[in-house]
Each structure stands twice: as structure tokens, then as C-alpha cells.
């Protein structure tokens, strides 16, 4: 079946630092891609979405390509904040009923 | 209001309790969702309502109890729980089920203790 696999985590790193967190997916479809984050203590929040190859969802500094070639929804960031620590989940939708998503990676930023 | 509300955000009960979880949005949104989140795990998807229907139900067993009143409430009964059950619960909803836009509204959750 459909699947998503994220890198594991934690990724640490300073305030102002390159963020890459990779995120790779199984779908026999074209599903959509999404990425949330889950601030400690809350539920998720989309953070952005890609419906089809080759779409670049951005929101809030954060990017990601939809990569067919490549099976790959990878998130980006150029500068992070000690804001953005969180835990984020890549997710698929392959036109189901279901949202699958990945384990989840915990960013922690540091000052 | 691009908000989905859960009461209440903490929860203690003991074994023979019965007790509800409650959710509510008022974005028009017809699709409705409970998943259950363990500590460092990622949200399991317990149910699905679609137009005010039960249109999955993942195996979850019956002391776990959906209720979906109307289009813009959604009630998890609660009754015989167990310690393994405690976890975080999280409401969603979406505008449609499935496809493209299938993206999903999450409320802040319930975080339940099974004493």
C-alpha cells in the first residue's frame, strides 16, 4: 500500500541554519503531498501542499518540490527560528478516504 | 473562523467512567475525523464522517463510541477505557473527503489519562 517515510529525528540545529528535512513516499496514484507541523501541546497545522508534479508549496519560509522522479516531497527552509521548533509530518493523500503520514521528525532549534 | 474546537483539552477518568469528547467547526466543512496520537507517534485515524455519515470506522473497538449530531459537531463517547488508551485526541475536519483538496483542519486535542 501507499506509504511515507521521513527522516528520523531529532534534527538540532542553530537559530539561522539551513533546514532540510527529507521526506520520501510509495503511491501506485499521483497523490498529493502535504507537510504539518505540531507545536508542543497542539494539534497539526498544514504548513503547505503540493497536488501535482513538479509544484513547489511554500508557506511561512518553508518550501517543498513535488519530486516524481524521485519519489520525494523534501521540506526546506533557509533560515529557521528558534520558533520553528516543532515536530513535522509528511503526509499523502492518494484520493481515498485516508491522509497517510509519515512517522514525523522533531525539530529543535537552538539559540 | 478557520477554527476547530475541542472540549475539554484535559481529561483524567477512571476505568468504569463514561465520558465525551467533543468537537466542533463552522467552516462548512463536510467531512469529520477522530484520530488518536500516542507520545512521539504520528496521528492514527480512528474514524471518518462524511456528510454526517459514518464512512470509515478503522477497527476501533466499542468502548470507543462517534457521534456526529449535525455538520458542525462530532462527540467521541467514551466508556470502559483502559490505561493503554490514554493518548491525545484530535478532532479534524476537511472541506471534502478525498482528492486534491483533502487537507485537513486539526483542533489542539485532548489529552486523556485512563487511570
Known amino acids: 500500500g501507499d506509504s511515507v517515510t521521513q527522516m528520523e529525528g531529532p534534527v538540532t540545529l542553530s537559530e539561522e541554519a539551513f533546514l532540510t528535512i527529507n521526506c520520501t513516499y510509495t503511491?501506485?496514484?499521483?497523490?498529493?503531498l502535504f507537510w504539518y507541523v505540531q507545536y508542543p501541546g497542539e494539534g497539526l497545522q498544514l504548513l503547505l501542499k503540493a497536488t501535482k508534479a513538479d509544484d513547489k508549496g511554500s508557506n511561512k519560509g518553508f518550501e517543498a518540490t513535488y519530486r516524481k522522479e524521485t519519489t520525494s516531497f523534501h521540506l526546506e527552509k533557509g533560515s529557521v527560528q528558534v520558533s520553528d521548533s516543532a515536530v513535522y509530518f509528511c503526509?499523502?493523500?492518494?484520493?481515498?478516504?485516508?491522509?497517510?503520514f509519515g512517522t514525523g521528525t522533531r525539530l529543535q532549534v537552538f539559540p | 473562523d478557520t477554527e476547530v474546537t475541542q472540549t475539554p483539552k484535559h481529561l483524567v477518568m477512571g476505568m468504569t467512567n463514561k465520558k465525551s469528547l467533543k468537537c466542533e467547526q463552522h467552516m462548512g466543512h463536510r467531512a469529520m475525523y477522530w484520530y488518536k496520537q500516542k507520545a512521539k507517534k504520528p496521528p492514527e485515524l480512528m474514524f471518518v464522517?462524511?456528510?454526517?455519515?459514518?464512512?470509515i470506522n478503522e477497527s476501533v473497538p466499542s468502548r470507543f463510541s462517534p457521534e456526529c449530531p449535525n455538520s458542525s459537531l462530532l462527540n467521541l463517547h467514551l466508556h470502559a477505557l483502559q490505561p493503554e488508551d490514554s493518548a491525545l485526541y484530535l478532532c479534524?475536519?476537511?472541506?471534502?473527503?478525498?482528492?486534491?483538496?483533502?487537507?485537513?483542519?486539526f483542533g489542539s486535542g485532548t489529552q486523556l489519562s485512563v487511570l
Open positions: 503511491a501506485t496514484g499521483y497523490p498529493s
Open positions: 503526509a499523502l493523500s492518494d484520493g481515498t478516504d485516508k491522509l497517510i
Open positions: 479534524a475536519s476537511s472541506q471534502q473527503l478525498a482528492g486534491p483538496h483533502h487537507m485537513l483542519f
Open positions: 464522517y462524511s456528510y454526517e455519515k459514518l464512512s
